[in-house]
T-cell receptor
Framework: GENVEQHPSTLSVQEGDSAVIKCTYS??????FPWYKQELGKGPQLIID?????GEKKDQRIAVTLNKTAKHFSLHITETQPEDSAVYFC????????????????FGKGTHLIIQP | AAGVIQSPRHLIKEKRETATLKCYPI?????VYWYQQGPGQDPQFLIS???????DKGSIPDRFSAQQFSDYHSELNMSSLELGDSALYFC????????????FGPGTRLTVT
């Protein structure tokens, strides 16, 4: 089965600086890579995702890059703010591009991001 | 915007009892996923349903079963509860054609004593 490694487990950055979280996956059949933000006591919130036919995707201060050859993908957060403090999870799945599909996600162990004021 | 609804939000059971967790997906979402998250851990995929049929199966114990109903809501049934079943249980839903874009509910916190 799929195995997702995530680093670092804890990341502390100064407010306004950038944060980068990296993940690697093992199954070359995986082609869908979402990132989730989870605040204490809440469910994971989908913040951005990328599919294998795209190398990079950006949404305001958040960007994700994917290197299928090396089997790694990264989350980049620029101009960090106190409200960015949370646990971030990367995940991978074998998506199906048409006709539905309900593959479960395999998550990394999470990164606790701390934004220092 | 409407979100995934889970009930109950908190549940306390004793060992060997049974529990039923309910999940109501986002309107027009026809796919439901169940995950278990232990303290300080990542969510672990249990099972999923697409159009009321089981679609994918993860690390769901044999003591657990689930189904999806005609209105697309889903129930996770847990029997012979063990202390180790204490966890957060999340339901997520996705829409056909937007494969795997899963939106999570607020979770049910199950405590087994």
């Amino acid at each position: 089965g799929e195995n997702v490694e995530q680093h670092p487990s804890t990341l502390s950055v100064q407010e306004g600086d950038s944060a980068v979280i990296k993940c690697t996956y093992s199954d070359s059949a995986s082609n869908y890579f979402p990132w989730y933000k989870q605040e204490l006591g809440k469910g994971p919130q989908l913040i951005i995702d990328i599919r294998s036919n795209v190398g990079e995707k950006k949404d305001q201060r958040i960007a994700v890059t994917l290197n299928k050859t090396a089997k790694h993908f990264s989350l980049h957060i620029t101009e960090t703010q106190p409200e960015d403090s949370a646990v971030y999870f990367c995940a991978a799945a074998q998506g199906v591009y048409s006709g539905g599909g309900a593959d479960g996600l395999t998550f990394g162990k999470g990164t606790h991001l701390i934004i220092q004021p | 915007a409407a979100g995934v609804i889970q009930s109950p939000r908190h549940l306390i059971k004793e060992k060997r009892e049974t529990a039923t967790l309910k999940c109501y997906p986002i309107p027009r979402h026809d796919t439901v996923y169940w995950y278990q998250q232990g303290p300080g851990q990542d969510p672990q995929f249990l099972i999923s349903f697409y159009e009321k049929m089981q679609s994918d199966k993860g690390s769901i114990p044999d003591r657990f079963s689930a189904q999806q109903f005609s209105d697309y809501h889903s129930e996770l049934n847990m029997s012979s509860l063990e202390l180790g079943d204490s966890a957060l249980y999340f339901c997520a839903s996705s829409e056909e054609g937007v494969v795997n874009e899963q939106y999570f509910g607020p979770g049910t916190r199950l405590t087994v004593t």
